[in-house]
Nanobody, 123 residues
């Protein structure tokens, strides 16, 4: 059983930065960040392969967010810069052994989820 623990959420003004971290117990696997706001479906933000060689970034965060992972400590990071009010959401960490590079952005392919961390960006 994999356990995921997120940290790093908070409140920031537009244009600011935050770094989210997700520590995973157990075997390394594909990991991703998803976000959700009330009344909307959970959407993929970024994902990274087991070895860190392949990444996915949603178009709406390209050029602003960076995903990385520490393979030794099995921690995934999401560096969020130039934050916008539209980035306000609960951000969830996810992991799966079923994901392939072609399905990294599909929430349905992830089996393990963190509790979520709130990110609030004010204008």
């Amino acid at each position: 059983q994999i356990q995921l623990e997120e940290s790093g959420g908070g409140s920031v003004q537009a244009g600011g930065s935050l770094r989210l971290a997700c520590r995973a117990s157990g075997t390394r696997m594909y990991m991703g960040w998803f976000r959700q706001t009330p009344g909307k479906e959970r959407e993929a933000v970024a994902a990274i392969s087991t070895g860190g060689h392949y990444t996915y970034l949603a178009d709406f965060v390209k050029g602003r967010f960076t995903i990385s992972r520490d393979k030794v400590d099995n921690i995934m990071y999401l560096q969020m810069d130039a934050l916008k009010p539209d980035d306000t959401a609960i951000y969830y960490c996810a992991a799966s052994q079923r994901v392939y590079t072609s399905t990294m952005s599909a929430a349905s392919q992830y089996d393990f989820w963190g509790q979520g961390t709130q990110v609030t960006v004010s204008s």
